[in-house]
C-alpha cells in the first residue's frame, strides 16, 4: 500500500532562517514524489517533482528536495525563507504510470516570522 | 502555469440541499480527472477518479449516489455534492495528468470551497 507521512503538523521559523520539511513515503516501487504549496485560501500549485536520476531536484522559489531510496524520504530544503513562504506544504506520491491516483501527506503548516 | 479551471470558486447551500461543481481543462486534453476533498483541518482524499468513456472508480466512503460525477469530453467534468450537510464543507479539488505530455505530474485547479449552513 502506498502512503506518505510528514511527522510535523507545523513548523515555524524565522525569516532568513534554513527550512527543512520532512516526508517520508512508503511504497514497494520506484515512486513519482511531489511537493505542492497550498498559500491561504487557494488551491494547490507545484513546487517540484522527482521521477528518477540525480536525486536532488530543483523546483521553484529556491526550494529544492532529496529523495532517498534507502530512507524512504523525500525531504523539502530552502536555504533562506521569506515570510512570503508562510503556507501548508503537501508531500504527495504516486505510483505507476498507469494510473493517475496520487496519495498526499497530511501536509506540513510553516509560518515565517518576520 | 497549469491551465485547469474550476467553478464556482466557492459556494454557499443550505443543509440538505446539492450543489453542482465544474473543473474545465484548457489547451490540453483530460483523459482522467481525480476528484479531491479537504476537509478542515485535514489532508486531501481521492473522492473518485473519472476517466473517459471508463467507468468511474469511486474510493472507499464516496459513492455516486452522494458525488455523481459527469464527464462528457476531454476538457470538462463535474461533480455534485447531492444532500450537503456540515461534513461534506471542504475545498473540492479536481486534478488532471499530463499537462504538456508530462502524464506523470497531476496539475490542480484552485478548488471550490464548499460552505455548508
Known amino acids: 500500500a502506498q502512503s506518505v507521512t510528514q511527522p510535523d503538523a507545523r513548523v515555524t521559523v524565522s525569516e532568513g532562517a534554513s527550512l527543512q520539511l520532512r516526508c517520508k513515503y512508503s511504497?514497494?516501487?520506484?515512486?513519482?514524489l511531489f511537493w505542492y504549496v497550498q498559500y491561504p485560501r487557494q488551491g494547490l500549485q507545484l513546487l517540484l517533482k522527482?521521477?528518477?536520476?540525480?536525486?536532488v531536484v530543483q523546483g521553484v522559489n529556491g526550494f529544492e528536495a532529496e529523495f532517498s531510496k534507502s530512507n524512504s524520504s523525500f525531504h523539502l530544503r530552502k536555504a533562506s525563507v521569506h515570510w512570503s513562504d508562510s503556507a501548508v506544504y503537501f508531500c504527495?506520491?504516486?505510483?505507476?504510470?498507469?494510473?493517475?491516483?496520487?496519495?498526499f501527506g497530511t501536509g506540513t503548516r510553516l509560518q515565517v516570522l518576520p | 502555469g497549469a491551465l485547469v479551471y474550476q467553478y464556482p470558486r466557492r459556494t454557499i447551500c443550505k443543509s440538505g440541499t446539492s450543489m453542482r461543481m465544474e473543473c474545465q481543462a484548457v489547451?490540453?486534453?483530460?483523459?482522467?480527472v481525480a476528484w479531491y476533498r479537504q476537509s478542515p483541518q485535514k489532508t486531501f482524499e481521492l473522492i473518485a477518479l473519472?476517466?473517459?468513456?471508463?467507468?468511474?472508480?469511486?474510493e472507499q466512503n464516496f459513492t455516486q449516489e452522494k458525488f455523481p460525477i459527469s464527464h462528457p469530453n476531454l476538457s470538462f467534468s463535474s461533480m455534485t455534492v447531492l444532500n450537503a450537510y456540515l461534513e461534506d464543507r471542504g475545498l473540492y479539488l479536481c486534478?488532471?495528468?499530463?499537462?504538456?505530455?508530462?502524464?506523470?505530474?497531476?496539475?490542480f485547479g484552485p478548488g471550490t470551497r464548499l460552505l455548508v449552513l
Open positions: 522527482y521521477y528518477s536520476g540525480d536525486p
Open positions: 473519472s476517466t473517459v468513456n471508463s467507468a468511474i472508480k469511486y
Open positions: 486534478g488532471v495528468p499530463g499537462l504538456g505530455g508530462r502524464q506523470d505530474t497531476q496539475y
Open positions: 511504497y514497494s516501487g520506484t515512486p513519482y
Open positions: 489547451g490540453f486534453q483530460a483523459t482522467s
Open positions: 504527495v506520491l504516486k505510483g505507476p504510470s498507469n494510473t493517475n491516483k496520487v496519495v
